[in-house]
Structures are given as C-alpha cells and as structure tokens.
C-alpha cells in the first residue's frame, strides 16, 4: 500500500481491536507508527512481526509495519506528533495518568472516542497529575471503524464510517487539532465543543441496551448471532427509541442539537429507515459483526458506566426524565453485580460539580468556566489554559 510520505509520526495507544485496525491501517498508508498497549503478551506476536496484517475484503490484504511495539509508554510516546487513544473509556483515566509525565508541548492526544466526557475526564486528570504540557486533547464521537481483531496480529476493518465528527477541549483548538488529524483520516470533521461529541455518543444508544435485553441469547449461544442483524428486533429496537429520545433531551437542556440515531445512521453509513429497526437493518456495515461472547464485555463495563451514568448525571443536573437509562443502568448493576453509578463517569470526574450551564458552555469552548475576557474587553483574543 505505501501511498504516504508524510514526516507525521504518531503513536497508537491500544491494541484491541479498534487499536490494532487503525494502527495496521496508518502504517500500511507510510505512515510512522508506535503501538502501545500495556499488557506485553498481547502484542507479542505483533512485535515479533513487525507489524499487523489488515484484511479489508475476503481478497484484499495488507501489511502495516509499526516502528515500535511496546508496553513502555515513555518510548511509544516519544517524537509522535499525534497520539491517537483506542481504549475502553475505562481506562481513559489509567492512560492520562500514564501519558501525563511524559507529554511535551504541541503534542496532540484524541480520544477514539471519548464515548461520554472523555476529553473532560482525561484533561481533569492530567491537570490532578500536575501536567504543565501545552497539549491539545480532543474526542471522536465514534470510533471510524467497525472492525475486529482477527488473530495474535492480525485485524479486519468492515466498514469506514463516512464522517466522524471531532473536537477539541476547549473548542478554540479544534481547527488545530484538525490540520493534523484530516491529514490522516480526512473523515473527520468538526464538531460545535465535546459537549455535541460526547451527547452524539451512539454507542450510549445501542450498545448496552442490545447487550442487556440479548443477555439470554448471548449467554446461551456464547453469541454465535449477528449482533446487529439478529439482535434488533422490533422490540428490542423500540427500547433504542426511548433510549434515543432520552439522549436527545439531555443534549437540548444543554443546548446541544443532537443527532437523532436515525441521523446518525443515515450520515455515518447511509443506512435509512423509516426507524431504527429499519435503519439497523438498512446497514452492510453491521453485517458479520457477531455478538459478544460473553456479557463480561464491554458494551456493557464500558458503555454502562462511561456512556450512560454520565448521561444521566447530566439529566439530573438539568431535570430531565431519564428513567429508560436509569433502568438500564440498574439492570446491568444486578447482572455485573456491581454499582456502575458508583464507578461510572460523575459530574466530579468530569470536573463538572457545581457547574451552572453557563459555566460548563465556557469550559468547553473556551478552556475556562469563566466568560471569555472578549465579552468585556472588546478583544478578539482569548487567553487558554495550559492545557487544553
């Protein structure tokens, strides 16, 4: 493949299974890429190799060589340009505490994706670290691909999603993030703040939902289904709905105009329906995507605690009804035998608590909770924090 001479070095930060197609992905474009993933033995057979086969079509095979492979986040990290984050939300936390010694000043960092606060969350952590880098954090909304680990090093990519919108924490650095960032995947796109990126969270939709009322089918067939084709029915999908809908209101108290799932599809995959039943079926990108194994996965220790309770906290906070995710919620609490509120995404971690809607508005776009000095001194120029 080699169609790309860039001087861009970037590092790829996990190796499961959206890590591993996007780091094969890069490298075999020409791209320089690190791979980093904490566990040495799962990326073993990667180092040995080289580098990761990517399948595309059943015909259609290519290489990507990776320039270092290793469970040393100093030497990943280290000359890359643009540092790509491809883990469950879960360990956003763990990997901003690892990344915060060793960020220098114009670095990058992205969150793919952010799922719900992400880029929030990872900066509050990075500042709690006493991290004084000038680093631009962002989130995807979504990760790119629909993809899949195929072997030890070895990963499939079913389908490209059309866009991915992204932005910047605060949203005055999302042009820059982006210079860099459509370089390499030109299907991003930018988003008003990370409010709109973490509300358009799909994955908050369809994920635990499709997990949780599948539960029995999952556990007997060790989910030998198509997740997607099979597992949406029209009453699985109706709960989608409620679910959608709750999502939707939670954004408008925040004054964000989110995207319906309906939109979301038609734009992401070009799938349409008259509903999501329709429109999920309507979609060759979730063909062949089985279910999980086992519902010890994460679209249920991800998505519950990291794309739900968030959601909720922020309903909550500005009176919506979110009884559909509440319930949800609660359902995969006596499942996992766990309390997701209390390990999920807070107002707390999210450096949120107390926080008029005013004042998170500023945040977001502006780096700080306080008006930009614009408003009151006829100045275009707006002072950001030291991390963004």
């Excluded at 910047?168 to 988003?191: D, H, I």
């Amino acid at each position: 493949m080699q169609e790309n001479i860039s001087e861009l070095r970037l590092a790829v930060i996990g190796a499961g299974h959206g890590g591993r197609a996007m780091a094969a992905d890069l490298a075999a474009r020409g791209y320089r890429v690190n791979l980093y993933n904490r566990t040495p033995e799962h990326i073993e057979a990667i180092r040995v190799r080289g580098g990761i086969e990517l399948q595309f079509e059943e015909d259609q095979h290519v290489f990507g060589p990776l320039e270092v492979v290793s469970s040393n986040i100093e030497k990943v990290l280290d000359g890359v340009q643009l540092i790509m984050v491809v883990v469950p939300a879960s360990a956003h936390t763990d990997i901003a505490q690892l990344c915060a010694p060793y960020l220098v000043d114009g670095q990058i960092v992205v969150l793919n994706p952010g799922r719900t606060g992400g880029a929030l969350a990872f900066r509050k952590t990075l500042l709690d670290c006493g991290c004084t880098a000038d680093v631009i954090i962002g989130e995807a909304e979504t990760l790119l691909f629909a993809s899949r680990a195929l072997g030890p090093a070895e990963a499939r990519i079913f389908r490209r999603k059309n866009t991915v919108p992204v932005a910047a924490l605060p949203a005055t650095r999302t042009n820059a993030m982006l210079e860099v960032l459509s370089e390499v995947y030109p299907q991003f796109v930018a988003a008003p703040n990370v409010l709109y990126t973490s509300l358009n969270n799909m994955g908050a939709v369809f994920h635990p939902v499709l997990a949780l009322l599948n539960a029995g089918w999952i556990e007997r067939t060790q989910g030998d289904f198509q997740f997607y084709m099979d597992g949406v029915t029209q009453s699985t999908a109706q709960m989608l709905e409620v679910i959608d809908r709750e999502r939707v209101t939670v954004a408008a108290a925040l004054g964000v105009r989110a995207q319906t799932a309906l939109e979301w599809l038609a734009a992401a995959y070009s799938a349409t329906g008259d509903n999501l039943y329709e429109a999920m079926h309507d979609n060759p990108g979730y063909r062949g995507i089985m279910a999980p194994r086992s519902l010890r996965h994460r679209y249920i220790f991800e998505d519950v605690p990291f794309s739900l309770v968030p959601i909720v906290e922020l309903g909550r906070r500005f009176g919506v009804n979110v009884w559909a995710m509440d319930s949800m919620i609660r359902l995969a609490c006596v499942i996992h035998r766990t309390d997701y509120y209390h390990r999920g995404r807070t107002l707390e971690s999210m450096g949120l608590t107390g926080l008029s809607l005013g004042e998170i508005t500023n945040l977001v776009n502006h780096g700080s909770i306080d008006p930009p000095r614009a408003e009151f001194e006829g100045s275009s120029s707006v002072k950001e924090e030291v991390i963004s």
